[in-house]
T-cell receptor
């Protein structure tokens, strides 16, 4: 069951872009990279996922390194509502695989007005 | 469509008691996984159910158990409660392996306090 490492905390100014890094050096070829965030007093919320190519959705962008051993979640313009703990996890997608989802401590993002 | 529903949202128990928590997944999702979240240990995987069978289990003692019903709803049970079981218990639903990219959709959680 693969693990990820992230910085414990990061700070950003409001309306500035934020780049949240994640290392997953033991990623396997069938692992998808998933990002979630957890706002205070709420359950985690799905943000974005990817396999090899960079991905965009209405919430964020995901940039994946060519060797897939790291990825970066990009929030294009941080708002106060983006202050949360961000988790990067790996999900094995083999047809018969039920992976134990391993969450690290995540990155606590603070947004300064 | 409706999200993941967990009940109860808050509960207080005393040591030695047992507790049952319930989770209704998003309609169409057939896999349910459970997590314990504490300030000290963070988010930890408890177990995952699909088709009424436990498919994977985290490193928790046998006091932690679960089950899944034919309508995909799931329950988890903790027996002989200890003070250290105080935590936020989160349930997530997803599609099973081979049917998508397995995004997890979490409920709001059940906050258990053991006195």
């Amino acid at each position: 069951d693969a693990k990820t490492t992230q910085p414990n905390s990061m700070e950003s100014n409001e309306e500035e872009p934020v780049h949240l890094p994640c290392n997953h050096s033991t990623i396997s070829g069938t692992d998808y990279i998933h990002w979630y965030r957890q706002l205070p007093s709420q359950g985690p919320e799905y943000v974005i996922h990817g396999l090899t190519s960079n991905v965009n959705n209405r919430m964020a962008s995901l940039a994946i390194a060519e060797d897939r051993k790291s990825s970066t979640l990009i929030l294009h313009r941080a708002t106060l509502r983006d202050a949360a703990v961000y988790y990067c996890i790996l999900r094995a997608l083999m047809k018969t695989s039920y992976d134990k989802v391993i969450f690290g401590p995540g990155t606590s993002l603070s947004v300064i007005p | 469509k409706a999200g993941v529903t967990q009940t109860p949202r808050y509960l207080i128990k005393t040591r030695g008691q047992q507790v049952t928590l319930s989770c209704s997944p998003i309609s169409g999702h057939r896999s349910v996984s459970w997590y314990q979240q504490t300030p000290g240990q963070g988010l930890q995987f408890l177990f995952e159910y699909f088709s009424e069978t436990q498919r994977n289990k985290g490193n928790f003692p046998g006091r932690f158990s679960g089950r899944q019903f034919s309508n995909s709803r799931s329950e988890m049970n903790v027996s002989t409660l200890e003070l250290g079981d105080s935590a936020l218990y989160l349930c997530a639903s997803s599609q099973p392996p081979g049917t998508g990219t397995r995004e997890l959709f979490f409920g709001e959680g059940s906050r258990l306090t053991v006195l």
